[in-house]
């Protein structure tokens, strides 16, 4: 099976106030689909950056992101958004909930930038939500949520939609462990039972237990490339 998305010797420097910061260095990978990768190592050294090349979301100095076949410098910026539409996912820290919205239209509304008519949009919205253990909860706005509650409405938002590529930056950083914990076991099983693509970027070396694949960053570059120990999860295990 082809990767779904390859990366090519990524780099990506930061002009501040005449200073250069090298945030990414030569970097070249590839995911497949049906794994959680988790990108790890200390702050500042370019894993956001790299998860924001890899999903088209900026563009790299130099080197190339071929993404579901697709070569994304070749894409304008109009192009390059389309693509993120159709077939990305995110999910980030702060969860970027609306806070007047009930977790089933959080859900919703992320299909009606699609265009998918209203009652498919609720029955589908209502389906991600039962994924990530949250329908019963549907009627409740962020403020009536935990931290691992907005978390999980977060990550339904950015499945509803059967993603190829699923990104997420810190996912569990505003979590404590235990919701933490089942924050990246969702992402796993979403990515075994959906056969997305997903990479996840954190500074937490508790989550290494629980990834397919661990990908270690230092200054800039890919220093370790390694499977985890976490075994796959059992077909309709809950996270
Ligand atoms: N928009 C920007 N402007 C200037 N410098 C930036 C910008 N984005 C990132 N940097 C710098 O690039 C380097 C890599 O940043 P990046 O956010 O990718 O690291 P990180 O590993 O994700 O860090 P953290 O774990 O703290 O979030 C850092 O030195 C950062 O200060």
Not at 71 to 76: A, P, S, T
Not at 83 to 107: M, S
Request: aromatic share 4%; net charge neutral; charged share 20%.
């Amino acid at each position: 099976m082809p990767p779904h998305l390859s990366a090519r010797a990524l780099s990506k420097s930061y002009m501040v106030q005449n200073i250069r910061t090298e945030a990414l260095r030569q970097v070249s990978l590839d995911l497949w689909p049906g794994e959680m990768s988790l990108i790890i190592g200390p702050s500042g050294c370019g894993k956001s950056t790299l998860l924001s090349l890899m999903s088209g979301l900026t563009r790299p100095d130099s080197g190339s992101v071929h993404a579901l076949g697709i070569d994304l410098g070749k894409l304008d910026d109009a192009a390059r958004d389309a693509f993120r539409l159709a077939h990305c996912g995110f999910v980030f820290q702060g969860f970027n909930l609306f806070p007047a919205l009930t977790a089933l239209e959080q859900v919703q509304i992320a299909l009606d930038y699609l265009d998918v008519p209203h009652a498919q949009a609720v029955e589908q919205a209502g389906e991600a939500l039962e994924l990530v253990g949250m329908w019963r909860r549907r009627h409740l706005r962020p403020a009536e949520l935990s931290g691992g509650e907005k978390q999980r409405v977060a990550i339904a938002r950015a499945v509803v939609k059967a993603p190829a590529l699923l990104f997420a930056d810190e996912p569990t950083s505003a979590l404590d462990s235990v919701n933490g914990a089942r924050v990246t076991d969702l992402l796993r099983q979403i990515a075994h039972e959906s056969g997305a693509l997903v990479a996840c970027v954190s500074h937490d070396p508790r989550l290494i237990a629980r990834a397919d694949r661990i990908l270690e960053m230092e200054d800039g570059c890919l220093i370790r490339d390694r499977r985890g120990p976490a075994p796959a999860l059992p077909a309709g295990a809950q996270a």
